[in-house]
């Protein structure tokens, strides 16, 4: 059999996510209770989480978090992050037996800051550095796989529910500011962990939900520019789309959102002169990365967190508001089930983004 | 003595005829006569190109034309195709000419191996008669990254763009090549369906200037017609360097068509032959394309695209790519089977590549240098029906250009003899008597007629994907799968096979 | 009427319980899917957040919700009665054919896509907010009407893309505002006061009634209503071979 990567494995869904504006922490399990709510959408074939502020102090460093499928695989990428790196911290990241979740690779940590004259010689920025170093690992090293590599940040996922896949990973023993959860529902095996999702890059984490009809379109598109979609999902070329326009092109999330989910002309012909001629320069200007088909997609990042749907809105998404956090889900049951006392519930606009970010004050 | 047998016979039934004379005087090519001493008809069977003319317009459906049944000894290798420009050229000393484009059967028509997906569970089909399905398409050059002003916003820096309703054009087809009637039909249509025609390489007849918005003048190697005004007098510019019919090879107007307005159109005086020469002598390499696009743009103001026209040819990739730093805003690729109005049967039917090929190819080596988004691409050569449009957009053409089908729908019944100017439909001719034939309005309204129903088409099939935009179907290869093919194939046309 | 605690239940058991009992209270409703799913019979009120696929082929039972609703409510309905104290999810009522669906709030995209009328069969819709695009698409008979009440200054009663593809019923919004993008195969008029009367005043009573909403209050309002134009139907043209 194939796994994914080697074939593409279409999915459905459910995605939540929570965000403390004022950056008080939250603790791992209350996500899980809140993606197990939605175990319907699910089938047992992937769960993950992102977590942001969990690393507060190692925060300066990136975070790697690596399946390993054998200890030659360990022994390799260790050597090339040596060459590469300063390890400061290195080790197994904790885990629990848990009766459903099997085939568990080695699953390791490292907390590392690239080596100056390195990147000195490489003439490239820290990120695009550290970024072109975990691809590099992930295409070349056999038995590899770089599942998260942003700082004060960490994905957390496996092939199972997401509640099982917290509990393994003992997400309760976490807390940070903003969470992301996913419950995946592929059509067949994807055959290994790195399947599952959060997908993410950097601090760039993006759960999704749905199918896109754009898909190879956006592939070969995005792989003009250094990336290579190596697991064909939806979620992978998504997040390469966001971290070319945002990190590459200095797009804002909204630009991005008007790119990626661009209104009709026709929605664009009612606008005032100024916002028609922003909107159609963006999609004429960035044409190939429109994204067609149902999608709603959560996109962490440092400091903040996007909510998104496709234009027709053809997956479902709600927001919530209580006090000074914002939850996201496909169901607003998720949310009811960790905060049964809303301040407010709503359903966004299909294509409009709904942005949060830490309180100035609150990013100390 | 005569040893090449008639192609076709004219059989009429007796029975069925009422001695109207329709086909006589409809026949343009002297194959159908009436013999008043006699009061019958006769028949020249050698001369009938099998136009379907007199068959068509006969008010009793009398008339068929069929293969003539008199057979050759047959061989594979010597067929009577092959005896016959054997004799043809041992009686003559000349190079065989034909016109429209090569039909030979040894060549793939990929695109009839080529199948489309449909979306079923997984994501949702779309109702394009309901909901929003967007053909609209852009053509133009995108800068390769985006500027802020001052204040932070975005600035439109983008180059001036052409703006299409459905992604389909009209090929080039020059005004001597095809009457002025059918040039007013392309030109009336376009302007209604929101999209454009090419005048091609024989000037802009005045009458048009008026299509100005829709219209692509063409700057060709003879440079016929081009001036201040007639560059101006257009949406888009195009650099014509060859076409899928015959690439490498020039065009020759003879004399005897340049008279009347074609000699004005053309600005050539009356009775002097009209050379195009084989290569545009103001380029002999990739850098001399780029003094040509710039001079174009400087002598319009930078308003206005260029386009660079070329046929798809062995090495069209990386010629592609040298288009694309030329300053070109768009290329335009004419497959093998592109049509003409007359070239060497020998270069037509054996130089070139199929257009699928084509676009697969330089699709991908735009993308392998990074410069896909800067430039679109154009393909045309033998796009048929709708499905030809899905399928080259999804192998990474931004649009089509249709010549050959767009005239079928003017009448053109592909009988391949425009080069002898006697065209029965009244396309391919100069001749008063015939080009009256050709409504220009009721023209018009067929080309309507056929683009509209190819849009419907192309909607339907984007619905069916889940896909409501166009943009989202280029080079969508996922969206086709491939039967019939080898894997090299596969390969450069970047497609899996049906089942993978 | 019998009171049961969703919390203490797992899904079948609590969807047995909905079967068994003709009247029946659900407290503490949290996601639990295909609530009141077919009944043709009984009274039942959910307190919560009942999931997705509520009343899904309803057949004559009476449902009230406190709280909000999810996705798909009310689809493929074939008669009986869904009352939401609340807002509903997207695809409300899809493919509705008879009974009535009353919500206070707003309501999400595509409500009432498909709606349909059949012999004694009118499904009837009513949205106290706002909904998302596409209200009423395809629609094919019954009724839907959007009030808008306390909906936000400068908010729209419908999104964009309203009744595309509607080719029977009516549309009634309290407005007399035409929707953007409205397409030019409706027709669009505000009614008058004996349209107003005698059309919406008994469509409208037993919403307000079982809101305890004041409906002279809400008829004081302009309405307007959307028909399908039976000279333009959206036929695809073919051409036959």
Redesign the interface.
């Known amino acids: 059999m194939k796994k994914e990567g080697e074939v593409r494995i279409p999915s459905g869904c459910a995605i939540c996510g929570i965000f403390s504006r004022d950056g008080s922490p939250v603790n791992g399990g209350t996500i899980a209770k809140s993606i197990a709510l939605m175990h319907n959408r699910s089938n047992g074939l992937g769960g993950g989480f992102a977590g942001y502020g969990i690393y507060p102090a190692y925060k300066d460093y990136y975070a790697l978090h690596i399946f390993y499928d054998n200890l030659k695989a360990r022994e390799e990428t260790e050597r090339f992050l040596d060459s590469h790196f300063d390890i400061i911290n290195l080790s197994k990241i904790p885990t629990k037996q848990v009766e459903s979740i099997t085939d568990a690779p080695l699953i390791w940590r490292y907390f590392v800051s690239p080596l100056v004259h390195k990147i000195q010689d490489s003439q490239l920025e820290e990120n695009e550095y550290t970024a072109r170093c975990m691809i590099r690992i992930n295409n070349s090293i056999d038995g590899a796989y770089v599942f998260s590599c942003g700082k004060n940040m960490g994905v957390f996922k496996a092939v199972g529910y997401p509640e099982d896949v917290a509990e393994f990973y003992r997400l309760e023993d976490y807390e940070g500011y903003a969470w992301t959860a996913h419950g995946r529902y592929p059509t067949n095996t994807p055959g290994w962990w790195g399947g599952a999702h959060p997908f993410a890059l950097l601090d760039l984490s993006v759960v999704h939900n749905g199918e896109i009809s754009s898909y190879d379109a956006n592939r070969r598109a995005v792989e003009m520019y250094d990336y290579t979609c190596n697991l064909l999902t939806d979620t992978e070329v998504i997040t390469y789309i966001l971290d070319y326009l945002i990190r590459k092109e200095g797009l804002t999330l909204e630009e991005s959102a008007n790119v990626i989910a661009a209104p009709f002309w026709s929605t664009i012909a009612m606008k005032d002169q100024e916002e028609a001629t922003r909107l159609a320069y963006l999609r004429k200007m960035y044409s190939s990365f429109l994204i067609t088909g149902p999608f709603s997609i959560l996109v962490g990042f440092t400091g903040g967190m996007m909510a998104l749907n496709d234009r027709l809105k053809l997956r479902s998404l709600v927001v919530a508001e209580k006090g000074e956090t914002t939850y996201f889900s496909s169901e607003e049951a998720a949310i009811r089930a960790i905060e049964p006392d809303l301040d407010r519930v709503w359903s966004p606009a299909g294509g409009k983004p709904v942005i949060v970010r830490l309180n100035k004050e609150a990013i100390v | 003595m005569n040893m090449i047998a008639s192609r076709y016979r004219i059989n009429i039934r007796k029975d069925e005829c009422v001695l109207c004379k329709r086909c006589v005087r409809e026949c343009s090519f002297g194959a159908i006569n009436f013999n008043s001493e006699k009061n019958t008809i006769t028949l020249t069977h050698s001369k009938c190109v099998d136009c379907q003319r007199c068959a068509a317009l006969c008010p009793r459906e009398a008339i068929f034309i069929t293969r003539n049944q008199n057979t050759y000894a047959n061989n594979h290798l010597y067929t009577a195709n092959t005896l016959n420009e054997i004799y043809r050229q041992s009686a003559t000393g000349g190079v065989l000419l034909s016109s429209m484009g090569s039909g030979i059967g040894s060549v793939h028509i990929y695109f009839d191996h080529l199948l489309l997906n449909a979306s079923q569970v997984t994501n949702p089909s779309i109702d394009p008669l309901r909901e929003p399905m967007e053909t609209i398409t852009f053509l133009g050059r995108r800068p390769r990254h985006i500027e802020r002003g001052k204040d932070g916003k975005l600035v439109d820096n983008l180059p001036p763009h052409i703006e299409l309703s459905t992604p389909i054009l009209f090929s080039a087809m020059s005004y001597g090549a095809i009457s002025l009637n059918v040039h007013k039909a392309l030109a009336k249509a376009a302007l209604r369906l929101g999209t454009y025609y090419n005048c091609g390489e024989g000037g802009l007849h005045e009458s048009l200037y008026e299509y100005a918005t829709n219209t692509i003048v063409q700057v060709a190697s003879g440079r016929f017609g081009v001036h201040e005004r007639y560059l101006n007098s257009a949406a888009a510019i195009e650099i014509k360097i060859g076409q899928g019919a015959k690439p490498g090879i020039g065009g020759h107007l003879t004399g005897t068509k340049i008279i009347g307005d074609v000699s004005a159109t053309r600005m050539v005086p009356e009775g002097i032959d009209a050379i195009s020469p084989a290569p545009h002598h103001d380029i002999y390499s990739i850098e001399d394309l780029r003094q040509l696009v710039l001079s174009l743009k400087e002598a319009t103001s930078y308003t206005k695209p260029v386009i660079v026209k070329v046929a798809a040819v062995h090495n069209i990739a990386p010629i592609a790519s040298g288009i694309a730093r030329s300053g070109a805003d768009i290329i335009a690729i004419d497959g093998f089977r592109g049509g003409t109005g007359a070239a060497p049967m020998r270069i037509r039917d054996n130089v070139g590549l199929p257009i699928e090929l084509a676009i697969a190819a330089v699709d991908q080596r735009l993308r392998e240098e990074k410069i896909r988004n800067e430039i679109s691409i154009i393909a045309g050569g033998g796009i048929r029906n709708s499905t030809d449009v899905v399928k080259a957009i999804a192998l990474g053409a931004d649009a089509v250009a249709i010549g050959s089908a767009a005239l079928c729908a003017l009448g053109c019944h592909i009988c391949a003899s425009c080069h002898t100017g006697n065209c029965a439909w009244g396309i391919a001719t100069q001749r008063p008597e015939l080009t009256n034939r050709l409504d220009p309005e009721e023209g018009a309204d067929s080309l309507v007629n056929l683009v509209s129903a190819w849009t419907r088409e192309i909607k339907e099939i984007m619905g069916g994907m889940g896909i409501n935009s166009i943009e989202a179907l280029r080079g969508n290869r996922l969206a086709l799968r491939a039967v019939g093919l080898h894997e090299k194939e596969l390969e450069i046309l970047g497609v899996k096979y049906g089942g993978e | 009427m019998k009171t049961i605690d969703a919390f203490k239940l797992n899904e079948e058991e609590l969807k047995q319980e909905i079967r068994n009992n003709q009247d029946i209270e659900v407290d503490n409703c949290?996601?639990q899917?295909y609530l009141g799913c077919a009944l043709k019979e009984g009274n039942i009120k959910l307190v919560?957040?009942?999931?997705?696929g509520l009343a899904a082929y309803l057949d004559g039972a009476s449902i009230y919700v406190k709280g909000?609703a999810?996705?798909a409510v009310a689809d493929t309905m074939n008669g009986g009665l869904v009352a939401i104290e609340g807002?509903a999810?997207?695809a409300l009522s899809y493919a509705m054919r008879g009974g009535k669906v009353y919500i206070l709030g707003n309501a999400?995209?595509r409500a009432g896509v498909h709606m349909k009328a059949y012999k004694e069969k009118r499904s009837l819709l009513i949205i106290g907010g706002c909904t998302?695009?596409?209200l009423g698409?395809?629609l094919a008979g019954g009724t839907i009407i959007v009030l808008g009440l306390n909906c936000k200054p400068g908010m729209k009663l419908t999104?964009?893309?309203c009744a595309?593809?509607m080719y029977a019923g009516k549309i009634y919004l309290r407005t007399d505002e035409k929707p953007?993008?409205l397409s030019d195969k409706l027709e669009f008029h505000k009614l008058d006061r004996d349209e107003k009367e005698e059309e919406l005043r008994p469509l409208l009573e037993e919403y307000a009634r079982i809101f305890h909403l004041n409906l002279e209050e809400i008829l004081a309002s302009d309405f307007s209503v959307i028909e399908a134009d039976p000279q333009k139907s959206?036929k695809?043209?073919y051409?036959a071979v």
């Open positions: 949290l996601g899917r919560g957040t009942p999931g997705n909000n999810q996705d807002n999810g997207d999400g995209y998302g695009s596409f698409e395809y999104g964009y893309f595309n593809g953007v993008n959206y695809q043209i051409a």
